[in-house]
């Protein structure tokens, strides 16, 4: 008797099946399901001891951070953003600050999606403080324009008025393969796997 065999793509009988996710009642019909995770970019801000200055409400891009996703494969997806860094204060005084998202298309431009807020990182005039900072983020496909490449960026907003730095250069630690002390990534995901629930909700 013929055996079951798994391919590149799902699993293949040698008898007449019921398929799961269709309706074929095929001979060695092939069961499969697509992929969870459509596409992946990683990288790295580019600016060492990047500054992060001004009064409460200041705003500013993150150098290096801005991402091409290309077009999205269905208008139901949505993109999974992490960033990662380490912030020291260089200024004496109280202070934060936390991560933004911005989405871009073509008809759109650049928007304002999603951030922590000023507070996600702070601390209360403690001096030499380093710490690590970061972020996840979920973005749906833009629902007005689906079809268009998509584009992302990382910007920092800042709390009170402590000057701050990230990506930070620490004393003994040598950055190697163009290591900036920071790392981001941004996933495409199919969103016939995943389910959102409480506040989650498309924008």
């Known amino acids: 008797m013929p055996e079951s065999k798994l391919t590149g793509t799902g699993v293949q009988f040698p008898s007449i099946i019921y398929n799961q996710y269709g309706g074929q009642t095929v001979a060695t019909q092939e069961q499969k399901k697509a992929n969870a995770i459509v596409k992946i970019r990683v990288g790295s801000a580019t ?3 990047q500054a992060v200055n001004g ?3 200041s ?3 993150i150098d290096g951070t801005e991402t091409n996703m290309g077009v999205p494969s269905a208008p139901n997806n949505w993109y999974r953003l992490y960033f990662q860094t380490i912030a020291d204060d260089t200024t004496g005084g109280s202070g934060g600050w936390g991560i933004r998202v911005y989405r871009y298309t073509p008809s759109a431009g650049w928007q304002y999606i999603l951030s922590q807020g000023e507070h996600a990182s702070y601390e209360n005039d403690i001096g030499d403080w380093y710490r690590a900072t970061n972020g996840i983020f979920w973005v749906p496909v833009h629902p007005s324009y689906p079809t268009e490449e998509h584009r ?3 910007y920092w907003t800042k709390h009170s008025s402590a000057n701050m730095r990230i990506n930070s250069s620490i004393d003994q630690d040598l950055r190697r393969a163009n290591w900036q002390n920071n790392q ?9 796997r995943i389910h959102s629930t409480g506040l989650l909700t498309t924008y």
């Open 184 to 192: 981001f990534e941004i996933w495409e995901v199919n969103g016939d």
């Open 152 to 154: 992302f960026r990382f």
């Open 47 to 49: 600016t060492v001891n």
């Open 59 to 61: 705003n500013g891009y």
């Open 55 to 57: 009064g409460s409400g």
